[in-house]
T-cell receptor, first 115, second 112 residues
Framework: DAGVIQSPRHEVTEMGQEVTLRCKPISGHNSLFWYRQTMMRGLELLIYFNNNVPIDDSGMPEDRFSAKMPNASFSTLKIQPSEPRDSAVYFC?????????????FGPGTRLLVL | GQQVMQIPQYQHVQEGEDFTTYCNSSTTLSNIQWYKQRPGGHPVFLIQLVKSGEVKKQKRLTFQFGEAKKNSSLHITATQTTDVGTYFCAGPRGGSNYKLTFGKGTLLTVNP
């Protein structure tokens, strides 16, 4: 059974460029989370989707960040334009219904470096 | 806002020694989860505690949830090199039914 799939696994880009991160949640899971992990701030929730609908985007740092979930098997997180302070590991996680009592299954992450 | 604090931030042990990490919340938690992240890897769910005073064991790992449901601990007996990684606790944020607040984690390194 495939877990959460993320691509690319590594991304190096220059400041000002657009970056698109992709995620395929576990089949049958209705909830999807995007997290950002840095040494300073730890794991931060950026946005939460339930049944493909964005429920909570209060963690999105600023307007340069946007996320979509056009269908149950695909989500994107876009940064435009990217800045060096966006360098981090971005994780996508999914769970069956999204409640705090459920296990969250994390993807392998995208390691982003913005020069 | 509600915070989940973990101590210590780092712990280095000799193989065979015990290890404990502590998690403290500023508010009462309905449940707490523990995750492990290997170096270069992603967080992987270990266990969930729900009941006041609950104790659960997974082989050499013992998890406890405090009586007041505001703190938790993870204890590893006789560490092995395979235990290396960062251990995170996570609890519901501000009573949310979907948001988890993760602690900053405890990085465990084991000297063989």
């Amino acid at each position: 059974d495939a877990g959460v799939i993320q691509s690319p696994r590594h991304e190096v880009t220059e400041m000002g460029q657009e970056v698109t991160l992709r995620c395929k949640p576990i089949s049958g899971h209705n909830s999807l989370f995007w997290y950002r992990q840095t040494m300073m701030r730890g794991l931060e929730l950026l946005i939460y989707f339930n049944n493909n609908v964005p429920i909570d985007d209060s963690g999105m740092p600023e307007d340069r960040f946007s996320a979509k979930m056009p269908n149950a098997s695909f989500s994107t997180l876009k940064i435009q334009p990217s800045e060096p302070r966006d360098s981090a590991v971005y994780f996508c996680a999914s769970s069956p219904r999204g409640t705090v009592q459920e296990t969250q299954y994390f993807g392998p992450g995208t390691r982003l470096l913005v020069l | 806002g509600q915070q989940v604090m973990q101590i210590p931030q780092y712990q280095h042990v000799q193989e065979g020694e015990d290890f404990t990490t502590y998690c403290n919340s500023s508010t009462t938690l309905s449940n707490i989860q523990w995750y492990k992240q290997r170096p270069g890897g992603h967080p992987v769910f270990l266990i969930q505690l729900v009941k006041s005073g609950e104790v659960k064991k997974q082989k050499r790992l013992t998890f406890q949830f405090g009586e007041a449901k505001k703190n938790s601990s993870l204890h590893i007996t006789a560490t092995q090199t395979t235990d290396v990684g960062t251990y995170f606790c996570a609890g519901p944020r501000g009573g949310s039914n979907y948001k988890l607040t993760f602690g900053k984690g405890t990085l465990l390194t084991v000297n063989p």
